[in-house]
């Protein structure tokens, strides 16, 4: 059974940096594509960033390209998402997603962590 736990959310002032962290485990890590999604109150759940399973290519969502990163570490089990330059927008739980596909930007992800709050004060 796939396991997906999220860390490293908080508050942070606008202009500010975090780094949420996603550990897998019961997975064959390499298997999977991974993701980070987000939802903000009253909005619908938003694609963030992604790493394809096989040749690590990202993709981000237009909102937080050349302000976010995604990177995963094999030897970890976790994939990372370093998030700078914070705005007040950018306020959501995020989601941690895994899926045996290669394709990244869909809403097709079986597996999802229980999500990790990320607050940015204006």
């Known amino acids: 059974q796939v396991q997906l736990v999220e860390s490293g959310g908080g508050l942070v002032q606008n202009g500010g940096s975090l780094r949420l962290s996603c550990e897998a485990s019961g997975v064959t890590f390499s298997t999977y594509t991974m993701a980070w999604f987000r939802q903000a109150p009253g909005k619908e759940r938003e694609f963030v960033a992604g790493v394809r399973r096989t040749t690590g290519t990202t993709y981000y969502g237009d909102s937080v390209k050349g302000r976010f990163t995604i990177s995963r570490d094999y030897a970890q089990n976790t994939v990372y998402l370093q998030m700078n330059s914070l705005e007040p927008e950018d306020t959501a739980v995020y989601y941690c997603?895994?899926?045996?596909?290669?394709?990244?930007?869909?809403?097709?992800?079986?597996?999802w962590g229980q999500g990790t709050q990320v607050t940015v004060s204006s």
């Open positions: 997603a895994a899926r045996l596909g290669t394709t990244v930007i869909t809403a097709q992800y079986d597996n």
